[in-house]
Structure formats: structure tokens, C-alpha cells
């Protein structure tokens, strides 16, 4: 369905040509004055510079033009040229009742592309921790929405499991386990298929290791070769690091499903290493990498740059890749696998002169198109309450199972305090409000700045949180259970008609820009747009709700098309909630 901005712009150009106007001033808004109008055009302010005319003037030739037009209940020109735009009823209506209609509520599917949403970039042998959250979540969130959009999304968690970090890990094993068949140069049958740690040990291994490279340069030394070893395909380490990876895998695997986020690809850094050699031969072959300082470097610097960039290193000067020769790497992977018409980075700010880097040696080596965007979202930090990044109590890094674990049992007390259901029941809504309480605190701020993770606020269900949208669609599915209890015959997609109430216009209204907010947090990759909106549909359906007794009302017909235009608004909100990867219970 068209955008209803787009319609009335349509009409507005109709009317500002058939007065002798540009068309291009018969732009519409959504009114920054409510309280006088729903839209506004103020296309004749605009032209009483071009045509030397008073503004009233030209907005009073328009309101001629359009007076008795259907879509308006009020159009009138004021002081001193803005023209104030009231809808019809009729065509509110007719609206959402299309929207009631349509499988996708309005919402057009566009010229699909194929996009890769890169996110949540655990590392392996390494548990997630509340600085995992963020790219998870947002990232989640970005590929719902270019996935409703129309696109072809793949998500890809990015693994970090390659490098420093697997050469500590083998070498604290090997401290502690020196028998194993690993260590044994002289082994020769088939090594164990069976890991020889679980994931419990594993996550105890590889701190201590990386603890011990920071105060032990004998270790260190050991951890360097044997990364330098595996990464010339050293047998047995290759074995340890197919084991690091499955028990790795399978553990993060379960905790994103925890999160319900879920990756299409899971592939790592150590997947673009194949692409590492030839990628530099070329580099250097095509005069993009030169030497400095022992290193393989690549010019990014421009001179328009506000501040100068630093070259992008390639190959440090023991040979070794980088973060950015991987990222390189990667891309090359993407693009004979994918051809992605968009790629998109759910990373932490504080990465963004990484990205900036390899974005432009991507682009003027031609890894990527010219007209391939490279995307880098950059979240800010998610601090506590004192306003410092977030820690556990006792000042150390937070498990992201402690902290999902936490706000469940925060929501589990609030429920239990007054309601009669069973403590398995209780159990089960509380991780599912949990873990909205989370994602909507997260996701209703703009990604790059830094906000304040306070649980109390979160899980209160009331204002602006994840907890009282999902108690208004809850309150929604009770009223419509009710009616259908009550023998009527509940419509998927009913009409809706009006029954003059301020409260059911306003909601309507909002109802009818679903397809806008769509559009627009597509295009700005934005899922606090999402939750503005929702926000916004959840206070509107309460107070239509308040204001009116629909399980009561002795009109029929009118309780049947209230009962319609909840249909509309719990598949909107929905919808929505399903962006921002949110489940609402049944009750709670
Ligand atoms: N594993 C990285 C880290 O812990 C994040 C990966 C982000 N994605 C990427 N393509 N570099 O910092």
C-alpha cells in the first residue's frame, strides 16, 4: 500500500501544477502541531520567494483546489501560509482496513538485494559476556528488519578463532595435560575424536592462559610458535583446534539461541585465511602495499581527512596477518560466495577506525564495488547505573547467562507479588519478559551512544519498556479471547469503521503510519525507530482502551469493529516486537 504521505504529497503536486505551481512544493508532513492538525504543507512558504506572491495567497490557491477532495475532513490555509490538513474519517478507514486486509499490513516488499549482517563476533573458547549483548541484539534486530524489507539477509557471527588466542589455549593445555597424544612428536596413529576438555575446563583454560602470556615471556614465546605452527597446518594442533571449536560452537550456539538470536553462517576469521597470500601478492603486484618499518602496509590517508588516518597494516613484520588483513580476507570470501549487495559491521565504536581502514582498502583495491556499501554500525557502551561500564558487583566481568539469569528473577518476584499462577508457569514468562526487558532497554536507543543498563527501570511495566508492551499486547489477547469465548466469530482481517471516538481516531492514525516507520528504520538500519513507534501504537491503543468499555458495548456493530481494529493493532505491535527479536506470553 502506498505511504499515506506519499498520497498526499501526490494530491498536494496535482494541486500546486493545476495552480500554475511547482509540483515540487506539494510536499507533505506528518504536523508538528498536533494539537491544530495530523498533516501539514508548508509548500507555499516556500514558494512566495519563487513567485513573489504572499504565501497566504498561494495556500489559499491550493486549499481551493483540493477543498472538496475525499481524503479530507478539514484542509485550511492559515497565517501566514501553512496549509493544515485534518484526514476524512472515510479514508482513515478505508486505510486500515487495507491494512487489516494485507498480509504485510501495508508494508510493500522492495527491489530485494542480497545483504550479510555481520554480528555478535564471539571468539572462541571464550564464554559471552554482557559485551557480547550489544552485537547481538542489534545485529539481530538490523537483519529482521532488511530481511522484512524484502532482502536475502545472511547473518554471520564472525567467529574470532584464530590466532594468539588458540595458541595460549594449547599451551596452558599442554601444562596441564603433557600425556596427551598432542604433545607426542612421535605420535603417528589417529588422534582422539573425543575433546579433551569440557566446556567448563576449556573456559578455565584460556584465561589462565592469556593470563600467563602477559607475565610469562617463556609461555608467550610457546604461545607464538605454536600459533605460527598451526597456522602452517600443524597437525596435531589443527586437531586441538577442531576440538576448541566444536565444544566451543556448540556452547555459544546455545546461548545466542538463549538470546533467540540465530546466525545463518557460522563462519570465523579462520575461514578467510586461504584468501590471506594471494590477497597480498596482488596488494603488493598492483602497488596498493608497500614496506614500512619491516611491515606490509596500505596508504588509506586522504587529504580531506580531519584527521590523519594511520596506514592499514597488512602483514606485520614477523610475517604475521592482522584483524584488518582478516576482515580483507573475509571480504574477498563474501564476495565469491555471496556477492552482497549491501554488508553491514554490528561493532563496538571504539573499532571504528578499524573499519574505516579496511572499508577504503576494500574499495580502492576493488575487493568491493563502488557501488557496494559497507556499513559500520558502532554501538556505544553499555554502563551501569554509576555510570561506569557495566561489571558484576565485585567489580569483574559479567557472564551473559548471570546477567539474562538476574533480570528474569528480578521480573519473577513482580510477577509472583500478585498474581495466582504456578511457580513453573511464573518461571517461563519471566525469561520471556526478562529478555524483552533487555532488548528494549538496549534497542530503544540509538545504537552509537552509551546507555545506562538500569534493571530496576527495565523491568518496570510501566513507561517506555519491554515489559509494558508486551503487557499491552497480553491485555490485547485477553480481550479478543474473551470475545471469542463469548461465541463470536473473531476476524483475521475484518472492517473497520468509525465510531467518532478521539481515542479510536488517534489510534488509527498511528496505526496508519506503520508502513512509514518501516521504510524509514530500513533506511537508517535503525531499530530504535522500531520501538519510538511501538511505543507510540502501545499508548495509543491504552488509551482508547481506557476510554472505552469494549468487552460491554451494547452495539454489535460497533463492538465488532473495535474488536477489528485490536485485531490490527496486536498484528502491528507483533510485527514489530518481532523486528526487535521479542516474544510476548500468552499472559502474564
Ligand atoms: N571478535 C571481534 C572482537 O571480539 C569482533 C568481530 C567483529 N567483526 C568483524 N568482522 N571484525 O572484537
Known amino acids: 500500500m502506498k505511504k499515506i504521505l506519499d ?197 578455565d583454560i584460556y584465561p589462565t592462559g592469556s593470563g600467563k602470556c602477559k607475565v610469562d615471556e617463556e609461555f608467550k614465546k610457546r604461545a607464538q610458535d605454536t600459533t605460527a605452527k598451526l597456522q602452517q597446518g600443524n597437525k596435531a594442533y589443527m586437531a586441538l583446534w577442531r576440538h576448541i571449536m566444536n565444544v566451543s560452537k556448540a556452547d555459544l550456539k546455545k546461548n545466542y539461541k538463549n538470546l533467540n538470536v540465530e546466525f545463518d553462517l557460522w563462519k570465523g576469521e579462520s575461514d578467510a585465511q586461504p584468501y590471506i597470500p594471494d590477497m597480498i601478492d596482488d596488494f603488493v603486484a598492483r602497488g596498493f602495499a608497500h614496506e614500512s618499518q619491516g611491515a606490509l602496509v596500505v596508504d588509506v590517508a586522504r587529504p580531506d581527512d580531519k584527521k590523519e588516518l594511520p596506514p592499514c597494516i597488512v602483514r606485520k613484520h614477523d610475517g604475521a596477518a592482522l584483524y584488518a588483513t582478516s576482515d580483507l580476507a573475509t571480504l574477498i570470501e563474501r564476495e565469491k560466495d555471496y556477492h552482497p549487495g549491501h554488508v553491514i559491521y554490528v561493532v563496538d565504536k571504539r573499532q571504528e577506525l578499524h573499519f574505516t581502514q579496511v572499508f577504503r582498502v576494500a574499495k580502492m583495491t576493488g575487493i568491493v564495488g563502488e557501488d557496494t556499501p559497507l556499513t559500520f554500525i558502532g554501538f556505544g557502551t553499555m554502563n551501569g547505573t554509576d555510570g561506569k561500564p557495566f561489571k558484576t558487583r565485585d567489580g569483574g566481568v559479567m557472564r551473559l547467562e548471570m546477567l539474562i539469569s538476574d533480570v528474569s528473577e528480578k521480573v519473577y518476584e513482580k510477577i509472583l507479588e500478585n498474581r495466582d499462577i504456578s511457580e513453573e508457569e511464573a518461571r517461563e514468562i519471566s525469561k520471556i519478559i526478562g529478555l524483552a526487558a533487555i532488548k528494549y532497554g538496549d534497542l530503544s536507543n540509538q545504537a552509537t551512544k552509551d546507555y545506562v543498563f538500569d534493571i530496576d527501570r527495565f523491568t518496570s511495566f510501566e513507561g517506555n519498556t519491554g515489559p509494558y508492551i508486551l503487557y499491552t499486547i497480553v491485555r490485547i489477547k485477553s480481550i479478543l479471547k474473551k470475545y471469542a469465548e463469548q461465541g463470536n466469530e473473531l476476524s483475521a482481517n475484518g472492517k473497520i469503521v468509525d465510531f467518532g471516538s478521539e481515542s479510536e481516531r488517534s489510534l488509527k492514525l498511528v496505526l496508519t503510519q506503520f508502513n512509514d516507520v518501516m521504510e524509514a528504520s530500513y533506511n537508517e538500519l535503525a531499530p530504535h525507530r522500531v520501538c519510538a513507534y511501538i511505543y507510540e501504537v502501545a499508548n495509543a491503543f491504552n488509551r482508547f482502551y481506557h476510554e472505552n468499555n469494549i468487552m460491554n458495548e451494547e452495539n454489535a456493530d460497533k463492538q465488532k469493529s473495535y474488536i477489528n481494529l485490536l485485531t490490527l493493532t496486536k498484528k502491528v505491535l507483533e510485527q514489530c516486537i518481532d523486528l526487535l527479536a521479542i516474544d510476548a506470553p500468552e499472559r502474564m
Request: glycine share 8%; aromatic share 10%; charged share 30%.
Open 7 to 203: 498520497v498526499l504529497t501526490s494530491e498536494f503536486e496535482n494541486a500546486f501544477e493545476k495552480c500554475g505551481y511547482d509540483k515540487k512544493l506539494g510536499k507533505v508532513g506528518i504536523s508538528n502541531r498536533p494539537d491544530l492538525c495530523e498533516y501539514q504543507c508548508n509548500g507555499a512558504m516556500a514558494g512566495a520567494k519563487l513567485y513573489k506572491k504572499a504565501p497566504i495567497m498561494i495556500a489559499n490557491d491550493v486549499v481551493e483546489q483540493l477543498k472538496d477532495n475525499k481524503l479530507f475532513d478539514s484542509i485550511e490555509a492559515v497565517m501566514p501560509g501553512f496549509i493544515n490538513i485534518k484526514l476524512s474519517a472515510d479514508y482513515i478507514d478505508e486505510y486500515v482496513s487495507n491494512m487489516n486486509d494485507d498480509e504485510r499490513l501495508g508494508y510493500e516488499k522492495k527491489e530485494p538485494i542480497t545483504v550479510i549482517v555481520d554480528y555478535g563476533g564471539a571468539n572462541v573458547a571464550k564464554p559471552l559476556h554482557v559485551g557480547h549483548l550489544r552485537p547481538a541484539i542489534i545485529g539481530e534486530s538490523v537483519k529482521r528488519i532488511c530481511r522484512y524489507a524484502g532482502d536475502t539477509v545472511y547473518g554471520d557471527v564472525h567467529l574470532g578463532d584464530w590466532g594468539l588466542p588458540i595458541g595460549q589455549v594449547i599451551e596452558e593445555l599442554r601444562d596441564r595435560q603433557p600425556e596427551l597424544p598432542y604433545f607426542d612428536e612421535n605420535f603417528t596413529g589417529e588422534y582422539p575424536t573425543e575433546p579433551p576438555f569440557s566446556i567448563n575446563e576449556l573456559e
